[in-house]
């Protein structure tokens, strides 16, 4: 059983949502994870305290986190240590064209390279639209850029388009690496 680390930064909840699910994969595989958010850490706080680490961050205007990608660039070193794997949150692969999915990788490359990071696996989660929880700016800029992707536009209520299935079996495969 390996003490694994389910670090990450979400900014409407989605990214905290498949946080939860992968800890509960992990804990259903026989090991024992603990979910932090990454600007919400406990102190004191090592991340060597742990036999393995996911880190999942949702991508905005084109770039992940900000605390996020500050903070694994400045543990690059601990993380490139231990088994780890990244999960990218982003609504760009939730149109399911190869171009929407070509751009969620290319985040996850950026980020890699700018943190100087290099997880033993990644994973791109489609995410969701919630309307509900944006202001009338921002839902409407989201709207639009639904519309260009033949999206959902009704704002009147939310959508998620994560696959539970593959982010289930991205964390049975990184779980089945620490036996």
């Known amino acids: 059983m390996a003490q694994v680390l389910v670090l990450y930064g979400s900014t ?5 949502t498949v946080a939860e699910r992968i800890a509960d994969v ?3 595989a026989g090991h024992d994870p603990a979910v932090v958010h990454i600007k919400h850490r406990p102190e004191p706080f ?3 305290d742990y036999d393995a680490v996911i880190v999942g961050a949702s991508i905005h205007m084109g770039k992940h986190q ?3 990608r500050k903070y694994v660039k400045r543990h690059a070193d601990e993380l490139n240590r231990l088994p780890s794997a990244f999960f990218s949150v982003s609504l760009a692969a939730a149109d399911d064209s ?9 985040y996850v490359a950026e980020f890699l390279a700018e943190t100087g ?4 696996a990644t994973a791109v989660v489609p995410g969701a639209l919630k309307y509900s ?3 009338t700016l921002k839902r409407f800029v989201m709207k639009q850029i639904a519309k260009r992707t033949s999206g959902d536009t009704d704002t009147a209520r939310d959508y998620e388009y994560t696959d539970w299935n593959e ?13």
């Open 12 to 16: 409407e909840g989605q990214a905290a």
């Open 26 to 28: 992990l804990e259903t």
């Open 46 to 48: 090592d991340l060597t």
């Open 66 to 68: 900000k605390y996020v």
């Open 98 to 106: 190869e171009e929407g999915w070509e751009g969620a990788r290319e």
């Open 117 to 120: 990071w290099n997880p033993d």
């Open 133 to 135: 929880q944006y202001g």
């Open 167 to 179: 982010v289930e079996g991205f964390t049975s495969d990184f779980a089945e690496s620490l036996t």
